[in-house]
């Protein structure tokens, strides 16, 4: 895949840089995160946008290949110690609740449904993409739940279309507002889901077949 020809539609409808975006930390490197109930979702949700708020962005971003500490706040990723999944295998963007998000690349509703449950994906989208002769596969997690209604597998979008937009809580899968945006080259046979995170002894398989969003996202500071 020639990434760099790829020239997406933002997002959000807007590039993201650094005169609108923030990089956000969630790894065991940052000490903040020992000093807020992570379990608490207002309480998480104050100290993502009160960061946002000092920094005077929009956006927060971060997150691929991150080995994150706020897992810990949901037994979705508390299994045995070698199955841990703690290492994130998309990017999330955090912005207010109701953001509205566009279609990168032409394609059709690969699936969706609403993964409900305390630190899951919340209403989810999967878009499938042909590019340069290649499927490519876009996921799009914690939306509002109006944006599933109606919805169909086939439907068709272009670029710069309206999908769907950024869920509140608890609806989102209870965390404080953002999209997660992960692409697949396989499904894998998954439907209306696909694991977001991964434990340490499957890094290999899931970095081989999860490329950086950022490729995509376009945001490098």
Known sequence: MNWKNLNPSPLFGEPLNSENTLRLDFSPLNPDLDQIDLGNTEVFSSYVFGQLQDAGKKYGIGGYLEK?????????????????????????????????????????????QDNAGFGNYGPTIILEHEIQGKILYSLYGHLASKDLEELEV????????????????????????????????????????????????????????????????????
Not at 192 to 214: H, I, R, S, T
Request: charged residues 20%; proline residues 9%; aromatic residues 16%.
């Open 68 to 112: 994150r500490a706020i897992y810990r706040r949901s037994s979705n990723f508390l299994t045995a110690a070698e199955d841990y999944r703690n290492i994130h295998l998309g990017v999330d963007i955090w912005t207010e609740a109701g953001a509205p998000i566009f279609v990168p690349f032409a394609g059709k509703v690969h699936s969706f």
């Open 154 to 221: 086939g439907k068709e979008y272009q670029p710069g279309d309206l999908l769907c937009h950024v869920g509140p809580y608890p609806e989102n899968g209870d965390w404080p507002p953002h999209l997660h945006f992960q692409l697949m080259w396989h499904m894998s046979g998954n439907w209306g889901d696909y694991p977001g995170v991964a434990a340490e002894k499957d890094l290999e398989f899931y970095m081989q077949n999860c490329p950086d969003p950022m490729r995509i996202l376009g945001f490098s500071n």
